[in-house]
Nanobody, 121 residues
Framework: QVQVVESGGGLVQPGGSLRLSCAAS????????MGWYRQGPGVRRELVAV???????NYGDSVKGRFTVSRDNVKNTITLQMNSLKPEDTSVYYC???????????????WGQGTQVTVSS
């Protein structure tokens, strides 16, 4: 199995910054994508930022220019630096890891428990 553990999050004022970290561990053969998603009450989970296996980075339109994602393939970690935070960024942020536990098998997405980010004055 694969364990996904997030850290960071909390309460910050508008315009402030926060850093989220995520680490994957367990029976990992290979990791395809590592990303951050968020989900507010009554809404669908949406993409925040994702790091693809080839190195490309994709960001949700609402966070482009403000958030930066970075990935460490040795440590199997991904971090999300969030700057210029807005109240509408308030949500539960989830780390998602798309990984294989064995060769020649399709990857599975594993999720962390989520971490709350609240942007409020």
């Amino acid at each position: 199995q694969v364990q996904v553990v997030e850290s960071g999050g909390g309460l910050v004022q508008p315009g402030g910054s926060l850093r989220l970290s995520c680490a994957a561990s367990g029976s990992i053969f290979s990791i395809e994508t590592m990303g951050w998603y968020r989900q507010g009450p009554g809404v669908r989970r949406e993409l925040v930022a994702v790091s693809l296996s080839g190195g490309a980075l994709n960001y949700g339109d609402s966070v482009k220019g403000r958030f930066t994602v970075s990935r460490d393939n040795v440590k199997n970690t991904i971090t999300l630096q969030m700057n210029s935070l807005k109240p509408e960024d308030t949500s539960v942020y989830y780390c998602g890891i798309n990984a294989r536990t064995r060769p020649r098998t399709p990857p599975t997405t594993y999720w962390g428990q989520g971490t709350q980010v609240t942007v409020s004055s």
